[in-house]
Protein backbone atom coordinates (compact mmCIF):
# COMPACT_ATOMS: atom_id res chain seq x y z
CA UNK A 1 0.00 0.00 0.00
CA UNK A 2 2.78 2.55 -1.44
CA UNK A 3 -0.03 5.32 -2.67
CA UNK A 4 2.25 8.42 -2.65
CA UNK A 5 5.69 8.40 -2.57
CA UNK A 6 7.81 11.61 -2.93
CA UNK A 7 11.89 11.83 -3.11
CA UNK A 8 13.92 12.95 -1.67
CA UNK A 9 12.14 13.35 2.09
CA UNK A 10 15.40 15.95 3.10
CA UNK A 11 17.18 18.28 0.77
CA UNK A 12 19.85 21.12 0.72
CA UNK A 13 21.18 23.23 -1.72
CA UNK A 14 23.33 26.11 -2.40
CA UNK A 15 20.94 28.96 -4.39
CA UNK A 16 21.30 28.77 -7.99
CA UNK A 17 21.48 25.02 -8.23
CA UNK A 18 19.22 22.91 -9.70
CA UNK A 19 17.23 19.70 -8.46
CA UNK A 20 14.01 17.78 -9.62
CA UNK A 21 11.53 16.05 -7.01
CA UNK A 22 9.46 13.00 -8.09
CA UNK A 23 6.18 12.13 -6.59
CA UNK A 24 4.99 8.50 -7.64
CA UNK A 25 1.67 6.73 -7.04
CA UNK A 26 0.33 3.25 -7.34
CA UNK A 27 -3.50 4.10 -7.59
CA UNK A 28 -3.80 4.86 -11.44
CA UNK A 29 -4.90 7.82 -10.62
CA UNK A 30 -5.56 10.48 -13.40
CA UNK A 31 -4.79 13.75 -11.56
CA UNK A 32 -1.89 14.46 -9.86
CA UNK A 33 0.00 18.20 -7.84
CA UNK A 34 2.04 19.60 -6.18
CA UNK A 35 1.80 22.17 -3.19
CA UNK A 36 4.37 23.78 -1.31
CA UNK A 37 3.68 24.94 2.11
CA UNK A 38 5.35 27.29 3.95
CA UNK A 39 4.33 28.50 8.10
CA UNK A 40 1.04 30.58 8.33
CA UNK A 41 0.20 29.89 4.57
CA UNK A 42 -1.18 26.85 4.03
CA UNK A 43 -0.52 24.88 0.96
CA UNK A 44 -0.12 26.99 -2.22
CA UNK A 45 -1.12 25.05 -6.05
CA UNK A 46 2.33 25.10 -7.90
CA UNK A 47 1.00 22.83 -11.10
CA UNK A 48 -0.95 20.08 -11.54
CA UNK A 49 -2.01 17.48 -14.42
CA UNK A 50 -5.08 16.17 -15.24
CA UNK A 51 -3.42 13.10 -16.89
CA UNK A 52 -0.17 11.83 -18.71
CA UNK A 53 1.20 14.17 -20.88
CA UNK A 54 -0.76 17.43 -19.47
CA UNK A 55 0.47 20.34 -17.06
CA UNK A 56 -1.16 23.08 -15.77
CA UNK A 57 -0.53 26.01 -13.96
CA UNK A 58 -1.42 26.70 -10.31
CA UNK A 59 -1.39 29.69 -8.00
CA UNK A 60 2.29 30.10 -7.49
CA UNK A 61 4.29 28.77 -10.79
CA UNK A 62 6.99 30.88 -11.22
CA UNK A 63 10.54 29.31 -10.41
CA UNK A 64 9.06 25.53 -11.28
CA UNK A 65 8.56 23.15 -14.05
CA UNK A 66 6.89 19.85 -13.93
CA UNK A 67 6.41 16.91 -16.16
CA UNK A 68 4.49 14.13 -16.64
CA UNK A 69 5.60 11.93 -19.21
CA UNK A 70 4.41 8.10 -17.56
CA UNK A 71 1.06 8.28 -15.69
CA UNK A 72 2.30 7.26 -12.41
CA UNK A 73 4.98 10.13 -11.59
CA UNK A 74 4.81 14.00 -11.81
CA UNK A 75 8.51 15.54 -11.44
CA UNK A 76 8.41 19.26 -9.98
CA UNK A 77 12.14 20.97 -10.93
CA UNK A 78 13.73 23.75 -10.00
CA UNK A 79 16.22 25.08 -12.55
CA UNK A 80 17.77 27.55 -9.81
CA UNK A 81 17.14 27.47 -6.67
CA UNK A 82 16.59 30.63 -4.59
CA UNK A 83 15.95 31.24 -0.80
CA UNK A 84 12.21 32.05 -1.62
CA UNK A 85 11.87 28.21 -2.56
CA UNK A 86 12.88 27.06 0.88
CA UNK A 87 9.77 25.24 1.71
CA UNK A 88 7.94 21.82 2.55
CA UNK A 89 6.58 20.37 -1.20
CA UNK A 90 3.94 18.12 -1.00
CA UNK A 91 2.92 15.85 -3.80
CA UNK A 92 -1.03 15.13 -4.08
CA UNK A 93 -3.21 12.42 -6.75
CA UNK A 94 -7.03 11.93 -7.26
CA UNK A 95 -8.55 9.84 -9.39
CA UNK A 96 -11.42 11.73 -10.41
CA UNK A 97 -11.72 16.02 -10.44
CA UNK A 98 -13.22 17.21 -7.70
CA UNK A 99 -12.60 14.87 -5.08
CA UNK A 100 -10.73 14.28 -1.85
CA UNK A 101 -6.63 13.84 -2.59
CA UNK A 102 -4.14 11.65 -1.45
CA UNK A 103 -1.19 13.11 -0.48
CA UNK A 104 2.48 12.04 0.15
CA UNK A 105 4.70 12.31 2.86
CA UNK A 106 6.49 15.63 1.74
CA UNK A 107 9.82 16.92 1.13
CA UNK A 108 11.61 19.24 3.01
CA UNK A 109 13.96 21.71 1.01
CA UNK A 110 16.68 24.14 2.21
CA UNK A 111 18.28 26.67 -0.18
CA UNK A 112 21.01 28.64 1.57
CA UNK B 1 -8.61 34.38 -7.14
CA UNK B 2 -10.61 32.77 -4.54
CA UNK B 3 -9.43 33.25 -0.59
CA UNK B 4 -9.68 30.77 2.32
CA UNK B 5 -9.73 32.31 6.08
CA UNK B 6 -10.12 30.59 8.94
CA UNK B 7 -9.80 30.63 12.67
CA UNK B 8 -8.76 30.78 15.33
CA UNK B 9 -5.42 29.85 13.56
CA UNK B 10 -4.76 28.32 17.23
CA UNK B 11 -6.47 26.71 19.53
CA UNK B 12 -5.55 25.21 22.48
CA UNK B 13 -8.86 23.47 24.55
CA UNK B 14 -9.26 21.30 27.85
CA UNK B 15 -9.62 17.77 27.40
CA UNK B 16 -13.58 17.03 27.36
CA UNK B 17 -14.69 20.41 25.85
CA UNK B 18 -16.20 21.81 22.82
CA UNK B 19 -14.97 24.21 20.71
CA UNK B 20 -15.38 25.29 16.70
CA UNK B 21 -13.27 26.14 13.98
CA UNK B 22 -14.83 28.52 11.37
CA UNK B 23 -13.69 28.68 7.29
CA UNK B 24 -14.50 31.39 5.49
CA UNK B 25 -14.31 31.56 1.55
CA UNK B 26 -13.69 34.53 -0.66
CA UNK B 27 -16.10 33.26 -4.18
CA UNK B 28 -18.76 30.78 -4.79
CA UNK B 29 -17.52 27.05 -4.31
CA UNK B 30 -20.30 24.78 -3.79
CA UNK B 31 -17.28 21.85 -2.47
CA UNK B 32 -15.28 22.21 0.40
CA UNK B 33 -12.78 19.82 1.95
CA UNK B 34 -11.16 19.71 5.23
CA UNK B 35 -7.66 17.78 6.15
CA UNK B 36 -5.96 16.98 9.11
CA UNK B 37 -2.12 17.12 9.50
CA UNK B 38 -0.12 15.68 12.54
CA UNK B 39 3.30 17.32 13.16
CA UNK B 40 5.81 16.60 10.42
CA UNK B 41 3.01 14.42 8.48
CA UNK B 42 0.75 14.39 5.45
CA UNK B 43 -2.31 15.57 5.06
CA UNK B 44 -5.04 13.09 5.55
CA UNK B 45 -8.28 13.99 4.38
CA UNK B 46 -11.09 14.06 6.78
CA UNK B 47 -14.89 15.23 4.91
CA UNK B 48 -15.46 16.29 1.63
CA UNK B 49 -18.82 18.55 1.48
CA UNK B 50 -20.90 18.63 -1.41
CA UNK B 51 -23.31 20.59 -1.38
CA UNK B 52 -25.44 23.81 0.61
CA UNK B 53 -26.39 22.23 4.17
CA UNK B 54 -24.43 19.67 3.87
CA UNK B 55 -23.57 17.96 7.44
CA UNK B 56 -20.93 14.89 7.70
CA UNK B 57 -19.90 13.37 11.20
CA UNK B 58 -17.22 10.95 12.14
CA UNK B 59 -16.02 10.54 16.03
CA UNK B 60 -16.24 13.79 17.58
CA UNK B 61 -15.50 15.65 14.79
CA UNK B 62 -18.76 17.49 12.48
CA UNK B 63 -18.39 19.75 9.38
CA UNK B 64 -21.16 21.93 7.92
CA UNK B 65 -21.50 23.81 4.79
CA UNK B 66 -23.24 26.83 4.00
CA UNK B 67 -22.76 27.88 0.67
CA UNK B 68 -24.35 31.19 0.48
CA UNK B 69 -22.45 32.37 3.63
CA UNK B 70 -19.46 31.16 2.24
CA UNK B 71 -18.38 29.13 5.71
CA UNK B 72 -17.83 26.24 6.81
CA UNK B 73 -17.36 24.45 10.78
CA UNK B 74 -15.73 21.64 12.11
CA UNK B 75 -16.86 21.54 15.65
CA UNK B 76 -15.03 19.00 17.93
CA UNK B 77 -16.84 17.61 20.63
CA UNK B 78 -15.44 16.03 23.93
CA UNK B 79 -12.22 16.64 22.98
CA UNK B 80 -9.77 13.68 23.28
CA UNK B 81 -5.57 14.13 23.08
CA UNK B 82 -5.59 12.11 20.15
CA UNK B 83 -7.29 15.14 18.16
CA UNK B 84 -4.30 17.70 18.77
CA UNK B 85 -3.56 18.38 14.85
CA UNK B 86 -3.67 20.82 12.80
CA UNK B 87 -6.84 21.66 10.30
CA UNK B 88 -7.33 22.84 7.37
CA UNK B 89 -10.00 23.61 5.06
CA UNK B 90 -9.63 23.79 1.27
CA UNK B 91 -12.01 24.66 -1.72
CA UNK B 92 -11.64 24.11 -5.07
CA UNK B 93 -13.22 26.37 -8.21
CA UNK B 94 -16.14 25.22 -9.40
CA UNK B 95 -13.96 23.98 -12.76
CA UNK B 96 -12.62 21.88 -10.54
CA UNK B 97 -8.59 22.78 -11.74
CA UNK B 98 -7.70 25.15 -9.17
CA UNK B 99 -7.33 24.08 -5.36
CA UNK B 100 -7.11 26.70 -2.05
CA UNK B 101 -6.16 25.83 1.20
CA UNK B 102 -6.71 27.74 4.34
CA UNK B 103 -3.84 29.00 6.59
CA UNK B 104 -5.24 26.27 8.99
CA UNK B 105 -5.76 25.76 12.70
CA UNK B 106 -3.38 24.16 14.79
CA UNK B 107 -5.31 22.21 17.84
CA UNK B 108 -3.77 21.30 21.41
CA UNK B 109 -6.05 19.44 23.33
CA UNK B 110 -4.46 19.65 26.91
CA UNK B 111 -5.20 16.64 29.43
Known amino acids: NAGVTQTPKFRVLKTGQSMTLLCAQDMNHEYMYWYRQDPGMGLRLIHYSVGEGTTAKGEVPDGYNVSRLKKQNFLLGLESAAPSQTSVYFC???????????FGDGTRLSIL | ELKVEQNPLFLSMQEGKNYTIYCNYSTTSDRLYWYRQDPGKSLESLFV?????AVKQEGRLMASLDTKARLSTLHITAAVHDLSATYFCAVDSNTGNQFYFGTGTSLTVIP
Open chain 1, 92 to 102: ASSYFLREPQH
Open chain 2, 49 to 53: LLSNG
